[in-house]
């Protein structure tokens, strides 16, 4: 067997092994052996860069692209006919913190005139989902967007408002990122929130969906390079 | 009254007044009069270049926003626990057609891998949403992504597996959009998939959410010039 027929090549099914819901796996990437070897050098060159984690670092890597992107996809229960108790997805600008401060708490600045914050009036459970899709990383690799290598991250939480203790950190994270924001309309009823995060998980190689939890989340080290532009294009 | 004190403009009110679900205005934005002034030159100015439609031109715009993005992010109702019945958002490469053909009907390639696949297959109903934010157009014009002038679209419908008749030019427009795609695993089980559009809805402007039906959407002419890069950065 030569290795480009190494469908079943050792790396992978280690990769498939070490997933840890067989059943969810959302995709079990197999790969050659050439195209695998080609991959790995562009990810280990790429890491010497020191912009993203080794996609083994799960948890570092979650914050990173919670970091990175500076918007996200929230779905919701819509409460709004016709789509009524269907599921409905919409555009947040998010922020976790100033550039290279990063909390991993996804903050938002939301409206009540907003339609998915009047859904979440009604059931605040949302998933926020963030991609580097949204950053130049996977273009300049050249990974199609639904390529586990265009690594995403998927929250499931509650919304809820930002309370005292945090408004001030909240205001800042999104502020520094979001400078439009101060002078959205005043008369809007604009308040600073949060999601409330209780389930992680990361898709950023071949082998499928892996979960981090909120304490391994929360607890890790990011290390941010000075080459983070947080969402921004180069 | 000075111009910049007269925040219910003509301009604006005329704007919350053709807002047809009022109840609905997901962000009913008042401008100063100079700033509005000031966008409306830079709006009129970047529609010299011929990539996107007039604001004014809903179901035109979202045929633009479908055609020019390559990627959505589709929200379901989980069966995966713990996050059974809950929303759930991921990302997902789309395409309505080759570059410069497009027909406004998101295609989709999915495998019963993917997780969210895996919900579809419970309950198909779907949203799927896609924000020029996803281009380089709202950071050219330095729009926020939440901003209502970093347009995007929100459909919502039930996905469903590509029948004989469609499944050529689903797989065009699929593959010319995303190269990598014939490659990828072929014993994945993948399939050509649609969104059954039954609700669109286009934030574009200020004065909130409006709705285009799927007969407004489909029958208008959209205009594709010759930089419209197809969610390409340039």
Known sequence: MSIADSH??????????????????????????????????LITSLRGSGAIPPHDEVARMARYIVHACDWGSVATISTHPPVTGRPFSNIFSVSDGPLGKGSGQPYLYLTPLEISVQDMEVNAEASLAMSLAETDYCRKQKFDPQSPLCCRVILSGTI????????????????????????????????????????IWVLDYFGGIKTVTPEEYYSVKPEYEGNLTGGKKS
């Open 160 to 199: 809820m408002t930002v309370n005292k203790t945090e408004i001030d950190f909240a205001k800042e994270s999104l502020f520094s990122r979001h400078p439009a924001m101060p002078d959205w309309p005043h008369d809007h009823g604009w308040y600073f929130a949060k999601l409330n995060i209780t389930n």
């Open 8 to 41: 079943d090549s050792g790396h992978c099914a280690r990769a498939r092994a070490g997933c840890r819901r067989p059943a969810l796996c959302s995709v079990g990437w197999k790969m050659s052996g050439c195209r695998l070897v080609l991959i790995l050098f």
